[in-house]
């Protein structure tokens, strides 16, 4: 249609004029050859084919005519009624051109599938808005030296099952992702997924979190204090706090959530792709979203979105024997010992092993753990003693009165609402008069009283 009008674009005009020039002995054919950046023998083919073809060799022979390489029709169709269906709702081109090619054989580009969503209606174009300039943060240069560690709430099963959490752990220098389901955003689950991390991976330099109260205690203020007139408190350590610090690895608190900006850009990600992967697969319990997210979704993760560490150190250092992750991912408190060799811990009595005892117990702090697995250990010092749980006292049978027969119980109840009616026929009018009564009673008049 554009060959047959001769509608030609500014660089074809161009080229057009260089031709005719070199044509008619104007410019030579080398000087042609420079100005359309072609080499000297494309223009002598060029000059050849203006005899047959005329001004029309400057536009492609293939213009205005359907691509050998398009696809059917039919194949687009087909397409289109595979990404309608509910399943795939919400899929973006890039996503769609993927599930197309793995799980329908329609091999296509994420262009192509663009195309086609876009005619379809399946999919519109989003105009770019205009964001805040900021700052970015180089990344860290070694693979371990700081990992960014977050939690995001989110409908990961749609209504399926469960409600599920997603913990997260995510390189800075590389990028990849260490990651699991769980069913509550507790500091156990946390101590969970840190183990495991620990015992794949080693210790990382440090760990940047947001200040949510598994990381960090909050100073407990009143309503009406101001924050700024008033130095911060330095409050003790959480749970996790201590472990970290048991273990030498650093906590960084991140000050919004842009200063985190990877690990949330995961999560994105996820809140996306991974809820529809696990929609397309099924996914129902959260063992199954724990297998997808391992066997699928991290291993795409792995091979598409990690890089190459600037420096190709591991920074991680690995566990030794003085790392006791089953005493530090641990709930600690400490209690004292009573002179009987006794400590209380959740509302139970125990003793300490006579073989235990040692010099200074009496009075002095005993550290208690209780292990992830349900465990409990007590240690005093840097030795780890023999408690043994106390029975509980017999308690002495209560005394109780016998009873009252019913019928007793039901009179003394009538007479309550009654009342008294030890003078039910007494008169007024028919009483005795107040001299009367005190005669009968004895009593002399006044003035014979001495």
């Known amino acids: 249609m554009r060959e047959g009008q001769l509608l030609m674009t500014q660089a074809e005009r161009d080229r057009l004029v260089s031709l005719k020039k070199a044509k008619k002995g104007l410019i030579t054919q080398a000087q042609a050859a420079e100005e359309l950046e072609v080499s000297s023998r494309q223009v002598r083919r060029l000059l050849a084919a203006m005899e047959e073809r005329g001004d029309k060799v400057v536009i492609h022979a293939l213009c205005g005519k359907q691509s050998n390489r398009r696809i059917a029709e039919k194949i687009e169709q087909k397409a289109l009624k595979i990404l309608s269906m509910p399943v795939y709702a919400g899929f973006g081109p890039t996503l769609a051109a993927e599930y197309l090619n793995e799980k329908h054989g329609i091999g296509v580009s994420k262009e192509t599938?663009?195309?086609?969503?876009?005619?379809?209606?399946?999919?519109?174009?989003?105009?770019?808005?205009?964001?805040?300039?900021?700052?970015?943060?180089?990344?860290r240069s070694r693979y371990g030296e700081l990992v960014q560690w977050d939690t995001s709430e989110h409908d990961w099963l749609e209504g399926r099952g469960e409600k599920l959490y997603l913990i997260a752990m995510i390189d800075d220098a590389t990028s990849r992702l260490f990651a699991r389901f769980v069913r509550h955003d507790s500091t156990e689950q946390n101590m969970r997924l840190l183990?495991?991390?620990?015992?794949?991976?080693?210790?990382?330099?440090?760990?940047?979190?947001?200040?949510?109260?598994?990381?960090?205690?909050?100073?407990?203020?009143?309503?009406?204090?101001p924050g700024v007139d008033k130095d911060p408190v330095e409050m003790p350590a959480t749970q996790i706090g201590r472990a970290l610090r048991e273990l030498g690895i650093t906590w960084i608190a991140a000050h919004s959530p842009q200063a985190k900006g990877r690990v949330e850009r995961n999560f994105q990600t996820a809140q996306d792709r991974l809820v529809k992967g696990m929609r397309v697969a099924g996914v129902k319990t959260i063992d199954q979203a724990n297998r997808y997210l391992e066997e699928d979704y991290?291993?795409?993760?792995?091979?598409?979105?990690?890089?190459?560490?600037?420096?190709?150190?591991?920074?991680?250092?690995?566990?030794?024997?003085?790392?006791?992750?089953?005493?530090?991912?641990?709930?600690?408190?400490?209690?004292?010992?009573?002179?009987?060799?006794?400590?209380?811990?959740?509302?139970?009595?125990?003793?300490?092993?006579?073989?235990?005892?040692?010099?200074?117990?009496?009075?002095?702090?005993?550290?208690?753990?209780k292990r992830l697995d349900g465990s409990m250990a007590a240690r005093f010092g840097e030795y780890y003693v023999k408690v043994e749980l106390c029975p509980a006292p017999a308690k002495s049978p209560a005394k109780f009165l016998k009873p009252a027969s019913p019928a007793k119980s039901r009179g003394r109840q009538s007479a309550a609402r009654r009342g008294s009616d030890w003078n039910k026929n007494f008169d007024l009018h028919k009483a005795p008069r107040l001299w009367q009564a005190a005669q009968a009673s004895g009593c002399r008049p006044e003035e014979t009283i001495p």
């Open 298 to 369: 991290l291993v795409w993760w792995e091979r598409e979105l990690t890089v190459e560490a600037e420096t190709p150190d591991d920074a991680h250092r690995p566990l030794d024997k003085s790392h006791h992750l089953a005493a530090s991912l641990s709930h600690v408190e400490t209690r004292q010992i009573r002179s009987d060799y006794t400590f209380r811990w959740e509302g139970s009595l125990y003793q300490i092993d006579r073989a235990a005892i040692v010099s200074g117990m009496r009075g002095a702090d005993v550290r208690v753990e």
């Open 113 to 139: 599938a663009r195309r086609w969503m876009i005619r379809g209606k399946l999919w519109g174009a989003k105009q770019a808005k205009a964001k805040e300039a900021h700052l970015w943060r180089p990344r």
């Open 195 to 225: 183990w495991s991390y620990l015992e794949r991976f080693g210790r990382p330099l440090a760990f940047y979190t947001d200040k949510a109260s598994h990381f960090q205690t909050a100073e407990k203020r009143k309503r009406d204090e």
